[in-house]
């Protein structure tokens, strides 16, 4: 048998990895949205700071940009203090990281932008806003359904198992908060929310 060559050994191994990425993804995505269909996810609920949670996002999606062959300004929104919320870290952090990984598979260039936008006594607003290719008002209706993605051939090359914003979804309503859309196409998406602090 022909021998491979290192290169082609590194070429292979990334494809085994990625691919066992994904396959995980895609089983986790699954477990999850059967836990929050038959209400069997535990919220765990503590109290901590929201920068430090931001500031590690911002600082994993700036370098992940600076990989990505597209050109993307990762942009962090913070006040001045740092909030406490009480809510569940993971699962915040897990909201947060759904939507950050849909609005880079969508953004080819511009900005990603997110963070808290802002907060009284009661709620903590949120969003994750990009400049990338939006999505069409009819499919703005589906877009949190399970298993629904973008179906124009423009977009189908952009992957994914249309779980994820369902997935954010079903989170943030266990969690007590909300989600909304506001999108064109062409001109980018913008994911808002609140949870309760």
């Not at 491979?4 to 396959?23: G, P, Q, V, W």
């Not at 963070?115 to 903590?124: L, W």
């Not at 999505?135 to 993605?149: G, L, V, W, Y």
């Amino acid at each position: 048998a022909e021998q491979l060559s290192k290169t082609e050994r590194k070429e292979f191994s990334s494809i085994i990895n990625k691919s066992a990425d994904s396959l995980l993804q895609i089983i986790n995505d699954i477990i999850d949205i059967s836990s929050l269909e038959t209400r069997q996810l535990r919220i765990y609920p503590v109290q901590f700071k929201l920068n430090p949670l931001l500031e590690a996002l911002y600082t994993e999606y700036t370098g992940l940009a600076e990989k990505s062959p597209y050109k993307i300004e990762i942009r962090l929104l913070k006040p001045g203090e740092d909030i406490v919320i009480t809510t569940d870290k993971n699962r915040l952090n897990q909201i947060f990281v759904n939507l950050l990984n849909n609005a880079m598979k969508f953004t080819p260039e511009g900005y990603i932008e997110f963070g808290i936008t802002r907060y009284d006594e009661q709620k903590i607003y949120f969003k994750v806003e990009d400049s990338g290719i939006g999505i069409s008002k009819d499919f703005q209706e589906i877009i949190f359904d399970r298993f629904r993605q973008i179906e124009s051939s423009s977009t189908r090359n952009f992957g994914g198992n249309g779980l994820g914003l369902s997935i954010v979804k079903n989170l943030i309503d266990v969690m007590g908060g909300d989600i909304s859309l506001e999108s064109e196409t062409g001109k980018g998406s913008c994911f808002n929310f609140y949870l309760p602090r």
